[in-house]
């Protein structure tokens, strides 16, 4: 395949033309999330897009503003997220609250590589990074979200009860990284359903 040129979307995901911006996007996200942001050049991210640096560097000023732009879909996924959790449980926070910790315990079984944006906030560790900005937005909006759901189940402290839900989640991420799933991070989902229950929550 010529650099540049349009190609389909890998099997599985669509049919239809990808453009070489979008594919170079999920080109890197996967690169990032296999070797590290790090460990990965632009030339082997514009090879595996199936097209060349000038087209990388036209599209974007340069790797870390490439980085930036694979943090914010990554961002957008957790979006969807919230939004199908919404969809499904109109006006009722309490099985909003089970299925947000049903939905981050599917995603453990299937991150062995862990949460891009969490990775990329132990990696990217100089100060003035743009990718911080982008990391201090995500994880800000996420405890929001996370806060004002608890506080709509009526308990009397919403914050305490978001933290410590985020805590055991960002916990079970990085013993899914170094003991896989037959370690701590299998019960995670208990141990959110049973802090459930002590903060007067109840079984969702």
């Known amino acids: 395949m010529k650099p540049d040129q349009e190609s389909t979307s890998p099997p599985g995901l669509s ?12 080109t890197a996200c996967e690169l990032f999330r296999q070797h590290g942001i790090r ?10 897009a199936s097209t060349n640096k000038m087209t990388l560097y036209r599209h974007f ?39 947000w910790v049903t939905a981050l315990s599917d995603c453990l079984q299937r991150e062995p590589s862990g949460c891009d944006i969490a990775n990329a906030a132990v990696e990217l560790k100089e100060a ?7 990391i ?10 996370l806060t004002d ?3 709509r189940t009526g308990i009397q402290e919403p914050e305490t009860l978001a933290d410590t839900l985020l805590l055991l989640l960002e916990g079970a991420r990085v013993s899914r990284q170094a003991s896989g ?3 701590p991070a ?9 802090t459930l229950t002590a903060f007067g929550v109840g079984a969702p």
């Not at 460990?39 to 595996?48: F, K, R, T």
Request: glycine residues 8%; neutral net charge.
């Open 15 to 26: 049919s239809a033309k990808v453009a070489p911006r979008d594919r170079i996007v999920t």
């Open 39 to 48: 460990g990965i050049g632009v030339d082997a991210i514009a090879e595996a």
């Open 61 to 99: 000023g340069s790797k870390d503003d490439l980085v930036c732009e694979t943090l914010r879909v990554t961002s957008e996924k957790s979006g969807a997220m919230w939004a199908d959790i919404e969809t499904r449980f109109p006006d009722d926070a309490k099985a909003q609250l089970g299925a």
């Open 128 to 134: 003035g990074h743009p990718a911080h900005a982008v």
């Open 136 to 145: 201090e937005t995500f994880k800000i909006l996420q405890r929001e979200k």
């Open 149 to 151: 759901l608890c506080r």
């Open 181 to 183: 799933l037959e370690g």
């Open 186 to 194: 299998q019960c995670f989902q208990r141990a959110c359903r049973n």
